[in-house]
């Protein structure tokens, strides 16, 4: 017997925000997106309660969502120059090198085109295998690899130039 839906809601909406947050980069769109998802996922309750995985379902209809936002007619999300999202959400006031840090590859992640995040998001913060991020989107699994490589390689150059820029300056 399936678990109702209020139920699921309940149990593993903090666990989706948190996907669709680390996936958006932003708070406020993983809010709209797992919203737009909530609200389709409990007209469709009864079939998608019954599956066998009912998180991998939701969490596979917010990476859709994710990715299909930007072929919407009125494009939700707004390029952001660099400058402006820094000053959008600054660093926090911690004094460890790893809140740094974390901070910058989360800018540094938001930079990245939204398949190669979201190959990122899966493999590292989902820990799903390669096979079971192709199915996600929906793609061949050298795909997946590509992309990895293409974003580990761009974050490293990123973080190359900016720790080079930042110790330059000081």
């Known amino acids: 017997m399936p678990v109702p839906y209020e139920d699921f809601v309940a149990a593993r909406l903090p666990a989706v925000l948190r996907y669709a947050t680390a996936l ?56 952001v120059p660099a400058d402006e999202l ?44 390669d096979e079971e991020i192709a199915a996600d989107l929906g793609c061949s699994t050298g795909t997946v690899r590509s992309h990895a490589s293409r974003a580990v390689a761009t974050l490293r150059r990123t973080l190359r130039t900016e720790e080079t820029t930042w110790t330059s300056t000081s």
């Open 86 to 129: 820094e000053r959008l959400s600054p660093p926090l006031a911690d004094p460890t090198a790893a809140h740094d840090d974390r901070d910058q590859l989360r800018c540094a992640l938001a930079r990245l085109p939204r398949r190669q995040r979201a190959v990122l998001v899966l493999r590292f913060y989902e820990e799903l295998t």
């Open 24 to 79: 958006t980069g932003s708070p406020q769109l993983a809010e709209d997106v797992v919203q737009e998802v909530l609200v389709r996922v409990q007209a469709r309750w009864r079939r998608i309660g019954a599956v066998e995985r009912p998180e991998a379902y939701v969490r596979r209809m917010v990476l859709n969502e994710y990715l299909g936002w930007r072929r919407r007619p009125a494009r939700r999300d707004l390029a």
